[in-house]
Structure formats: structure tokens, C-alpha cells
């Protein structure tokens, strides 16, 4: 995924560039450092890590759970 398709305080699913077989985890993309896409990291969640965007491979933008339609059993 490049850069420019990633969105400011977003969440991913990430797997670690440089370890393979390493399991997937959520990161945000962080503008603590600046606005500016340049320099932009990701946050692992649950941690104060923040890491170069070139440091994952991103597989995929995390769903948040409100964002999905839930249906009712009686529906």
C-alpha cells in the first residue's frame, strides 16, 4: 500500500517487513511528528512504539466494529 492511499490517525492490519512469519498486528498512522506525509509512522496499538512506515507491510485498513451492520437474531 503507498503512502499516499494512507489515512491520517487510521488503523491497519500490519505484518513486520523485515521478520517474516511474524503475526499481523494494528497500527495507526501517526502524526505526531507532523502533518506532512513525510513524517508520518505507525503506532503499534497497545504500545508507545511508533515505527518508519517502511518498517510494515500494510495488508489491509481495519474495520471498526461500529462500522459493521450487526443483525439481530429475530431479524
Known amino acids: 500500500m503507498f503512502v ?4 491520517p490517525d487510521a ?3 500490519a505484518r513486520p517487513a523485515n521478520r ?10 501517526s502524526t505526531v511528528f507532523g502533518k506532512d506525509p513525510e513524517y508520518w509512522t505507525l ?3 497497545g504500545s ?9 507491510e500494510i495488508i489491509s485498513r ?3 466494529p461500529e462500522d459493521l451492520v450487526v443483525r439481530h437474531a429475530a431479524e
Open 4 to 7: 499516499k492511499s494512507l489515512v
Open 11 to 13: 488503523f491497519y492490519w
Open 20 to 29: 517474516s512469519g511474524e503475526a499481523a498486528t494494528v497500527v495507526q498512522v
Open 43 to 45: 503506532a503499534v496499538v
Open 48 to 56: 508507545d512504539q511508533h515505527h518508519m512506515l517502511g518498517d510494515f
Open 62 to 64: 481495519a474495520i471498526s
